[in-house]
């Protein structure tokens, strides 16, 4: 059993928490409006369809607890990360908010089984913070359920010299392609995806858990592919959420 796998158990397991003993839905919940259901948790949970609408209408700050290196190699769009030790990031989060500390704020980690949301949560909430929610499903399930990930420079250098499986497709026209891009690039142009120009991408079918990195001439055709993306079985892909042009002179700049 692939890790892809046992990520698309582990979601539909969640399902399992929403269903009542007669294995029918309360109020009609589907898997993307389930939480683990804690038993007396400190601080509240959000269900990815949620956490779709906080990154939509941005009415919280959505914090990453992972580590740096973590959060660099891919973390949902928009989120920020403290980049501090934990027994710094009370103090961290503290300054990101400004010491508003009635300002909305939603954690998440490495999947239901990670403690680094839920610790700190805790603390946040014992120093005072009064609203803190959890995304404890994490980004394990946020990537099995379709939600795209972005991808920092420091990330995506990493990986293009040590990651020799990892697969890049630049998203920018065939013309924009044919006059230079990273090497071993693919072309998948964003503005063909309309006409079925996915179905020619090389993606990799011998291993749906490969990274699949995107890129483009910016964010939003970048971001463009990822949503081509989003409702297929591959699981490990994030995009660069700035310019080619920043992209290839930062790898540029790192050999």
Known sequence: MTFHNVIRLSAAGLLGLALGSTGTFAQDLSIYQAT???SNPKTAE???E???RI???GSAIILDTRTHAEFVAGHIPGARGLDAPPSSQVAAAERLVGGDKSKALVLYCNG???QASRRLAEQLAAAGFTNVRRYQLGIPIWRALGGPTEIEIDGIRRIFKLDRTAVFFDARSADQFAKGSLPGTHNVPADQLASGGLKTAPLPEDDFNRRIILFGQDAAQAR???DALRERPWHNVAY???TFEVL???LKSGD
Request: charged fraction near 15%.
């Open 240 to 242: 660069f959420p700035g």
């Open 36 to 38: 683990l259901g804690e």
């Open 248 to 250: 290839a002179a930062a």
């Open 55 to 57: 990154m939509a209408d």
């Open 224 to 226: 463009k592919l990822a």
């Open 50 to 52: 949620q956490m779709r």
């Open 46 to 48: 959000v269900s990815t």
């Open 112 to 114: 239901p089984f990670c």
